[in-house]
């Protein structure tokens, strides 16, 4: 049986926390009539979210 690697496991982990961020419990705590700059802030929360998870998975994908 292989052993899987540290990298397969990261990305396992970053898969559930993208789960995380992007399920009911927290979007309902950012769903509130709150602007950020004009712009609500659950819209906020998503793309900050999104463009965290796309940037740890850069760190994934290209550390050696």
Do not use: C, D, H
């Not at 559930?16 to 961020?21: F, S």
């Not at 004009?38 to 940037?55: E, M, Q």
């Amino acid at each position: 049986m292989n052993k899987p690697n540290i990298k397969t496991q990261r990305l396992a982990a970053l898969f559930v926390l993208g789960g995380l961020l992007f399920n009911y419990p927290l979007l309902a705590l950012f769903n509130r009539p709150l602007l950020l700059g004009s712009i609500p802030l659950l819209y906020v929360y998503v793309f900050a979210a999104w463009a965290l998870l796309i940037g740890l998975l850069a760190l994934v994908i290209e550390k050696k």
